[in-house]
């Protein structure tokens, strides 16, 4: 039975690493494009950030089509509308917004938004892995997953030690990892996923 269990566990662990693998292979793939759009996969919906494209469109109106980029207060401009906030709101949100805006104007508009360049979801891992630095990456990504685009860590790491830096409103939060127990499966729900600029510190 002791043989049994440990050929079972060994098959777990075999398992988890090829997922993490082709996790971190799909991850580094959306990254080099940075022009891709989100593939939210996770269930979350994307909030939009500085950077951040947006094609937005009133139908039968070529005046009303453009292209415009989220600036770093959160704000786009758009025609007749004048200033709207995009960051930290969905794309459907910001659509919602224009449409009722442009209602003054034309008779039931007809708007369409999508974000055509996602650019402002970065993140950054830092300290003893293969290849720090930051990562521009178009869709929701655990902690694992960045490990793995920073090419795992170093024979010299602290894997007990690693910490997410998170900045919420102004303020410094530190949130441990227990890697150790998550490369063998275990707390599982401590994967947390990162969000936008995010730091990964591995000691």
């Known amino acids: 039975m002791q043989f049994s269990h440990a050929m079972r566990l060994q098959s777990w662990t075999l398992i988890g690493g090829l997922l993490l693998s082709l996790g971190g292979c799909s991850a580094f793939e959306s990254s080099s494009k940075s022009g891709a759009m989100p593939a939210i996969g996770s269930g979350v919906e994307y909030l939009l950030g500085a950077e951040d494209v947006l094609a937005i469109a009133v139908w039968k109106d070529e005046h009303l089509t453009k292209e415009v980029v989220v600036r770093p207060d ?4 758009f025609p007749l509308v004048g200033e709207v ?3 930290g709101r969905t794309v ?3 659509r919602a917004d224009i449409a009722k805006r442009l209602a003054k104007y034309i008779p039931n508009p007809n708007v369409s938004v999508a974000a055509v360049k996602v650019l402002s979801y970065r993140i950054y891992v ?3 892995v293969n290849k720090p630095g930051e990562f521009m990456i178009g869709h929701t990504t655990d902690v694992l997953q960045a490990l793995s685009l920073a090419g795992g860590l170093t024979p010299f790491a602290s894997e007990n030690d690693i910490r997410i830096i998170r900045r919420i409103n102004g303020e410094q939060q530190v ?3 227990p890697y150790g127990d998550l490369k063998r499966g275990k707390s599982l729900e401590r994967n947390v996923l990162l969000q936008r600029g995010d730091v990964v510190m591995v000691p």
Not at 74 to 77: A, E, H, K, W
């Open 126 to 128: 830092l300290g003893r």
């Open 85 to 87: 906030q995009a960051a």
């Open 175 to 177: 949130i441990p990892v």
């Open 92 to 94: 459907e949100e910001v």
């Open 74 to 77: 959160g704000f786009v401009s």
